[in-house]
């Protein structure tokens, strides 16, 4: 292992996010501010969710986990399209830095940049509701596969783009209609049978249902469950983002 190259991609892929910290961190925490004010004043008092449980509470860990599956895959997806339209991802091919060791350092900056809006998130979360953390364990295991497995699939989708629409349509289309409809909002035991059973084929509602789960002890399905289709998704395209790699698919000209 190249373990000074690995450190060095990953430190050069947090300066990039950290350099521009309002977008890539204050941006987000905005945004999900807004939607915890408004579905707290629309549906505190009009949705049931868990026993013991305030809708504005539950709501938290969903926006927390929405943010850091899009954060994460943005950190990986725009960093490779923007090396690849720029002309400037040949100079690191050729340093002396593996396939696993290209991925070690791009996964990892993106979940630094998840775990930092995961937790900015949370502290001021507090201002409104006191959402306690039942098992740290299962957060923080959750926070890894699910950020994890989001910026691998940022990493493909940026290789697989060959410019930024392409990007966007990825984006637009697969990630952020799954994140929305993955229970972020809404316990899936309030919709019908049918969108129910739709939901379990849904992998981000497991990673946002065992993220939940970490805080209340309590989520529509079992944890274990959760993290084992979590952590299954991760190994999946863990491989495949690798493979990739190694054999420089859409990367080497």
């Not at 969710?49 to 927390?64: H, R």
Request: proline share 4%.
């Amino acid at each position: 292992m190249n373990w000074r190259g690995c450190y060095t991609l990953f430190v050069k892929e947090v300066r990039r996010f950290y350099n521009v910290l309002g977008q890539t961190v204050g941006a987000p925490v905005i945004t999900a501010m807004l939607y915890l004010l408004v579905f707290r004043q629309v549906l505190e008092d009009r949705v049931n969710v868990y026993e013991g449980v305030s809708y504005t509470a539950f709501l938290i860990p969903g926006l927390i986990m929405m943010n850091v599956i899009q954060n994460s895959f943005a950190n990986t997806s725009s960093s490779i399209t923007q090396s690849k339209v720029m002309g400037n991802l040949v100079f690191l091919l050729l340093t002396p830095i593996s396939a696993f060791e290209f991925y070690l350092a791009y996964i990892g900056a993106a979940l630094l940049r998840a775990t930092l809006v995961a937790t900015v998130l949370y502290v001021l979360a507090q201002l409104f509701v006191t959402v306690p953390m039942a098992n740290p364990l299962v957060v923080a295991a959750m926070l890894v596969c699910a950020g994890g497995t989001l910026a691998v699939m940022g990493m493909i989708a940026g290789i697989m783009a060959d410019k930024f629409e392409h990007l966007a349509a990825f984006q637009n289309f697969f990630i952020m209609p799954l994140s929305f409809l993955s229970g972020v909002f809404y316990s899936i035991h309030s919709l019908p049978a049918f969108w129910q059973t739709a939901s379990h084929f849904n992998p981000f509602f497991y990673m946002i249902d065992g993220f939940r789960q970490g805080f209340f002890g309590v989520g529509d399905v079992d944890p274990l469950r959760s993290l084992a289709v979590a952590a299954g998704f991760f190994v999946l395209v863990s491989i495949i983002a690798i493979s990739m790699l190694a054999r420089g698919y859409k990367i080497r000209g």
